[in-house]
């Protein structure tokens, strides 16, 4: 059974400033709703990308990312559910379901990176039944360059890589999941 933290797993990596990060679908420290779930591993859901407005990030930002990440996934690794690269910095918002299998409706230059479950495309909460409360840090990276330089093929955790040092400012909104 994993355990439930309030431990931002960015913080292991650099702690930098934040800026404002909201949602009208999801909210920080709350149940993430059914269309944020998982319909593909079976969990009800429907695998919808949530809406994300961003504000306040640092003068010199050129870009941003976005990632999703569950770090009490029993993997020994966490699970990476969602990664944008390379969102141009005129971008202050994702609507809701821009993370389906096309990315329709992400701005020109930026792509979505292959989750742990191997689909570039955002994938919804599903941890094993009784595992307890799953935290899912949606996570928004204002970095110094316009580009990271990686390509579709990279995972989420060579993004992360590559963010380390071009990083300004991250904004993270927090929301759980449990499957019964």
């Not at 292991?12 to 709703?33: C, H, N, Y």
């Not at 779930?37 to 930002?61: H, K, N, R, Y």
């Not at 039944?129 to 060579?158: E, N, Q, R, W």
């Amino acid at each position: 059974m994993s355990t439930t933290t309030n431990a931002n797993p960015y913080d292991a990596i650099a702690e930098v400033p934040t800026f404002t990060l909201t949602s009208t679908d999801v909210a920080d420290g709350e149940e993430l709703p059914t269309p944020q779930v998982s319909g593909i591993f079976g969990a009800g859901g429907s695998d919808t990308s949530p809406q994300l407005s961003w504000s306040g990030f640092p003068e010199g930002t050129k870009s941003f990312a976005v990632t999703v990440y569950d770090p009490l996934a029993p993997t020994g690794a966490g699970f990476w559910h969602w990664a944008v690269v390379d969102i141009p910095v005129e971008t202050t918002s994702l609507e809701a379901g821009v993370g389906d299998d096309a990315g329709a409706g992400l701005p020109t230059g930026a792509f979505q990176l292959k989750n742990d479950a191997s689909l570039a495309r955002f994938l919804g909460a599903a941890p094993p039944a009784g595992h307890g409360k799953h935290l899912y840090h949606i996570a928004v990276h204002a970095l110094d360059v316009a580009s990271l330089g990686i390509d579709a093929g990279a995972t989420p955790a060579f993004l992360g890589f590559n963010m380390s040092g071009h990083t300004l400012a991250r904004a993270v909104i927090t929301p759980w999941w449990e499957a019964k």
